[in-house]
């Protein structure tokens, strides 16, 4: 039960840490998108 | 229409139905069919939490607005992240910890019942005529595109919906989900193909082009309390509605309490904010490729063909004049969109952008005719797709594309009607009604519930055209309390709060958004969420908090 739960607490945080990373270079594609082609 | 579309579609309806129903196979006991005993894998449900938020309007209305307004729309959902960061450490582990059926139940152990009928009532009220508007806009567009009748239309969408929902619980809902997120991720892909193998123009031009029309602006920082896309609504107004959509409404609540733990409840949740952004943003950017390509392939005046038929029959001296206007035009814009490709100066930039001004007032001459011959507006957006695909896909991908419009109107309304089951029956039947029988009888109650609300979402479908007025009041009614309901969430994690403070907070919160909305009707529904859930909080603060902690008591 205890691995169980620490498993999902190390999923949890890795997810956290990946949606953080992903939100960064959504974000930075899109600026580079308007920046780079909006004249 | 080709036949092997035809046949793409009634296997796919034939496919999910039997999905759904053979997943009725196992669930006798209540906690079965609403809550499939809390025993679903974290990306099932994080899966069904992006097909319930992604309904037919995403798939239809989202594309037409990157085709006509490009990619600022994707401001709208920068706050969903961060408010799934805030919802996995602070309600999934209050709500999944508490064994609760609805998110509504908790707010009777903390605070009262008055405060948890009162808040499950608002939300049967409005997801109930939400889910009938759900059903109505796809089909009034398949209507519009295939001369079916309403009623057929309806049908198609509603009830093999009905049926797998009814029978199957919330089983059938999330792994059906699972195979519409699917369906509708690799048609969306598809048609990105199919767009990039037409256009004349290789990407990097094409994307030129996209920006010169001012299609790639994506950041608006200006500060704007009556426009819902810059980044600061979407922010700060984006993040209070998703806090309230996905933390109080039980369509979505739902989903995470079938989770396995509360780690896995957070993870589903997180999964979502991982994709939206990407998600929606490559939804507007297929709209965006449907503008590039529509300047090098004449596009229809008006959209909706069932209005162009009507204006091309009943003002056809008018209609011909603006359509001379507009080919005329359309050709001029033609020649400057290729030399943009070709030399992207500030010459060709201002020449293609006047020609795109011109364009842009034709067509609002014409949707003023359609508009003073049909006596409806037009809402010519949610056209450019569906014309795009039936025009110009390939044969087997129009099935596809439409399969898929069909897999995000389900996905959205069987996560509904099994909502509006729950609450209806552990909410208000089992607490008003019968609080002591089976779990047999409850469940045959559920599956009651369920079939009703099909039925009363499928006949506001119906009347969705005479009922519009109607509809928008209750949406309107909506937008009221979304925030509100999330301000009592939020003071019932407040240690020692009240119930009677959360009852007249949540009164005031609403009193105080109507008074927003009629006082500065020009304020963004997004700032409702916000005043809404501000208002509930510091009244419930105002009035006093207990000496012992209400946690401690229950």
């Given at each position: 039960m205890t691995d169980r739960t620490n498993a999902d607490r190390r999923l949890f945080r890795r997810?956290?840490?990946?949606?953080?990373?992903?939100q960064v270079v959504a974000l930075a594609v899109l600026w580079l998108l308007q920046t780079s082609f909006t004249p | 229409m080709h036949w092997l579309n035809w046949v793409i579609v009634v296997a796919y309806l034939g496919w999910v139905t039997w999905d759904g129903v053979r997943r009725s196979h196992g669930t006798k006991e209540l906690e079965g069919y609403f809550l499939a005993n809390r025993s679903l894998p974290w990306w099932a449900v994080g899966l069904s939490v992006m097909a319930t938020q992604l309904s037919a309007i995403t798939m239809i209305g989202t594309t037409g607005q990157g085709a006509t307004d490009g990619m600022r729309f994707i401001q709208f959902y920068f706050g969903l992240p961060i408010a799934m960061v805030i919802l996995g450490v602070t309600l999934v582990p209050f709500l999944h910890g508490a064994r609760v059926y609805t998110a509504y139940e908790y707010l009777e152990r903390r605070f009262d019942a008055k405060t948890r009928s009162l808040t499950a009532f608002l939300f049967l009220l409005s997801r109930g005529m939400s889910c009938g508007a759900i059903i109505s806009a796809p089909a009034i567009v398949f209507s519009a595109v295939f001369g079916w009748s309403m009623p057929l239309s309806v049908a198609i969408i509603g009830i093999p919906t009905v049926i797998y929902t009814m029978i199957g619980g919330v089983q059938a809902v999330t792994w059906v989900?699972?195979?519409?997120?699917?369906?509708?991720?690799?048609?969306?892909?598809?048609?990105?193909?199919?767009?990039?193998?037409?256009?004349?123009?290789?990407?990097?031009?094409?994307?030129?082009?996209?920006?010169?029309?001012?299609?790639?602006?994506?950041?608006?920082?200006?500060?704007?309390?009556?426009?819902?896309?810059?980044?600061?609504s979407g922010i700060i107004g984006g993040t209070f509605l998703m806090l309230s959509y996905f933390g109080t409404d039980q369509s979505q609540v739902q989903r995470y309490l079938t989770a396995r733990s509360v780690d896995e409840a957070r993870s589903s949740l997180l999964m979502s904010a991982y994709w939206k952004i990407p998600l929606q943003a490559l939804i507007l950017m297929v709209g965006i490729l449907v503008f590039v390509f529509y300047l090098f392939q004449r596009p229809p005046l008006l959209w909706n063909p069932a209005h162009e038929s009507r204006v091309r029959a009943e003002a056809p001296a008018e209609f011909a004049s603006l359509e001379s206007r507009f080919v005329n035009e359309y050709t001029a814009r033609q020649m400057a969109a290729n030399n943009l490709a070709s030399a992207s100066d500030s010459a060709a930039v201002a020449v293609f952008r006047a020609h795109e001004r011109q364009i842009g007032d034709i067509r609002t001459e014409a949707l003023a005719l359609a508009n003073r011959?049909?006596?409806?507006?037009?809402?010519d957006v949610n056209y450019v797709m569906p014309r795009f695909v039936l025009d110009y896909l390939p044969v087997g991908l129009v099935g596809l594309f439409i399969a898929a419009v069909l897999a995000a109107a389900m996905s959205s309304i069987a996560a509904e009607l099994n909502s509006l089951a729950t609450s209806s029956v552990i909410d208000f039947y089992r607490r008003w009604?019968?609080?002591?029988?089976?779990?047999?009888?409850f469940l045959t109650v559920g599956k009651i519930a369920t079939g009703l609300w099909g039925l009363f979402a499928c006949g506001v479908a119906l009347y969705a055209a005479s009922l519009g007025s109607l509809i928008e009041v209750v949406n309107r009614f909506g937008s009221f309390f979304y925030g509100s309901i999330l301000g009592v969430f939020l003071l019932a994690m407040i240690p020692g709060t009240r119930g009677w403070g959360a009852f007249i907070g949540l009164i005031a919160g609403m009193a105080t958004v109507a008074t927003v909305a009629f006082g500065a009707p020009s304020v963004s529904f997004l700032w409702h969420n916000v005043v809404g859930a501000v208002t509930v909080v510091i009244v419930g603060l105002l009035l006093g908090r207990s000496r012992t902690p209400t946690s401690a008591r229950a």
């Open positions: 997810t956290l840490a990946r949606v953080l990373a992903m | 989900d699972v195979k519409q997120m699917f369906i509708i991720v690799g048609a969306v892909l598809a048609i990105v193909v199919v767009l990039l193998v037409k256009i004349p123009v290789g990407p990097a031009d094409a994307l030129a082009i996209a920006g010169a029309a001012g299609r790639l602006r994506a950041f608006d920082f200006s500060f704007s309390l009556e426009n819902t896309y810059t980044f600061w011959v049909t006596g409806e507006p037009s809402r009604v019968r609080a002591e029988a089976t779990d047999a009888h």
